[in-house]
């Protein structure tokens, strides 16, 4: 069995979902590991850093967040919405006749004021937003 490189395992814990089961099918493969042992050493290469972090006295960040620094923050207070390029993210499969709809009206991506995830809206103001991720409501006007 040959040593799956740091970089891989940061990329996997960068990863969500369907993206990760992907590449960790992938990796597998690549480096002939099982996915048990993946998963393995996926959690103990996120070990370290959270070990650091809390014996320095901060909170540890959540698994797999914690090398993601290009990340768009939170929107300021002011009800501006920090947008970002919708052309980066991608839709979670939905084949539905409404999901397609819904997909079509996206014209632009913003971040949660909250979390921070982001969402794809259609460019009409005021819009009320609530976050699928952490059910934060905002409303912008801009």
């Known amino acids: 069995m040959s040593q799956v490189p740091a970089e891989e395992l ?3 814990l960068g990863l969500t979902g369907y993206d990760q089961m992907l590449e960790i ?7 002939g590991v099982d ?10 290469f996120s070990q370290p850093a ?5 014996q320095l006295g901060r909170p540890a960040p959540p698994a797999g967040r914690e090398e993601i620094t290009n990340m768009p923050r939170p929107a300021p207070p002011n009800n501006q919405p920090t947008y970002v390029n919708k052309d980066q993210f991608q ?3 939905d084949p539905s006749i409404e999901a397609k709809q819904r997909r079509a009206m996206v ?7 909250a979390c921070g995830v982001a969402l794809g809206i259609p460019s009409q103001r005021p ?15 801009q």
Do not use: N
């Not at 099918?25 to 480096?31: A, G, P």
């Not at 996915?35 to 103990?44: A, G, K, Q, V």
């Not at 959270?50 to 809390?54: A, D, K, L, R």
């Not at 819009?127 to 006007?141: E, G």
């Open 25 to 31: 099918d992938r990796v597998c493969r690549q480096y």
């Open 10 to 12: 940061q990329r996997l």
């Open 127 to 141: 819009i009320k937003v609530t976050c699928p991720q952490c059910l934060h409501i905002a409303t912008f006007t």
């Open 91 to 93: 839709f979670d499969y």
């Open 50 to 54: 959270q070990t650091q972090s809390t």
């Open 107 to 113: 014209e632009q991506a913003i971040v949660c004021p």
């Open 35 to 44: 996915e048990e042992t993946l998963r393995s050493l996926m959690t103990s």
